[in-house]
T-cell receptor, first 117, second 111 residues
Framework: GAVVSQHPSWVICKSGTSVKIECRSL??????MFWYRQFPKQSLMLMAT?????????EQGVEKDKFLINHASLTLSTLTVTSAHPEDSSFYIC?????????????FGQGTRLTVV | QKEVEQNSGPLSVPEGAIASLNCTYS??????FFWYRQYSGKSPELIMS????GDKEDGRFTAQLNKASQYVSLLIRDSQPSDSATYLC???????????FGAGTILRVKS
């Protein structure tokens, strides 16, 4: 099956700094990737859809200037949390797309645990 | 109204029993339905996908879909302690291939 590699798996940063999270598709080309956020004991909430070669599509309520998404190639999407604050501490997960082809699952990265102190 | 609803649980079952997890969704145009298992601190992993009304079986897992009732369920037979996790129901909204997740049901299998 397809593999999505996410890095780093955890990061601790100081309030006000920026953090970059990488998501790579290792054995398939992804024109679309999805970024989710999960707070403790809550479900995954879609933050944005990353589109290769064009601007990301953000979900309602997600600050596009704070969560910068870049999808510069068919195998790499990045999420940068700018000027991070403690309330941004969460589990961030990327995924490859649910395909238009049946039985194509969404492939999740390992997730990144962000702690802002 | 939430788009995808699940009972948060926890659902406790004894080892060897059948665990039944339920999910309802609000968007009638939804075409694809998924069950994911998520262990604490880990990413979700796909357990089952289902696209047509009826049952789909894979080993100890059976997914059931009823589009008329907008209902999808997951049965786990011969439950094992290793099945203890949070089970997420996800629905493809039919546009943009975005998945909408339910809040998840915590399953505890007691040995």
């Amino acid at each position: 099956g397809a593999v999505v590699s996410q890095h780093p798996s955890w990061v601790i940063c100081k309030s006000g700094t920026s953090v970059k999270i990488e998501c790579r598709s290792l054995d398939f080309q992804a024109t679309t990737m999805f970024w989710y956020r999960q707070f403790p004991k809550q479900s995954l909430m879609l933050m944005a859809t990353s589109n290769e070669g064009s601007k990301a599509t953000y979900e309602q309520g997600v600050e596009k200037d704070k969560f910068l998404i870049n999808h510069a190639s068919l195998t790499l999407s990045t999420l940068t949390v700018t000027s991070a604050h403690p309330e941004d501490s969460s589990f961030y997960i990327c995924s490859g797309p649910t395909g238009a082809v049946r039985d194509t699952e969404a492939f999740f990265g390992q997730g990144t645990r962000l702690t802002v102190v | 109204q939430k788009e995808v609803e699940q009972n948060s649980g926890p659902l406790s079952v004894p080892e060897g029993a059948i665990a039944s997890l339920n999910c309802t969704y609000s968007d009638r145009v939804s075409q694809s339905f998924f069950w994911y298992r998520q262990y604490s601190g880990k990413s979700p992993e796909l357990i089952m996908s289902i696209y047509s009304n009826g049952d789909k079986e894979d080993g100890r897992f059976t997914a059931q879909l009823n589009k008329a009732s907008q209902y999808v369920s997951l049965l786990i037979r011969d439950s094992q302690p290793s099945d203890s996790a949070t089970y997420l129901c996800a629905v493809n909204g039919g546009y943009g291939n975005k998945l909408v997740f339910g809040a998840g049901t915590i399953l505890r299998v007691k040995s």
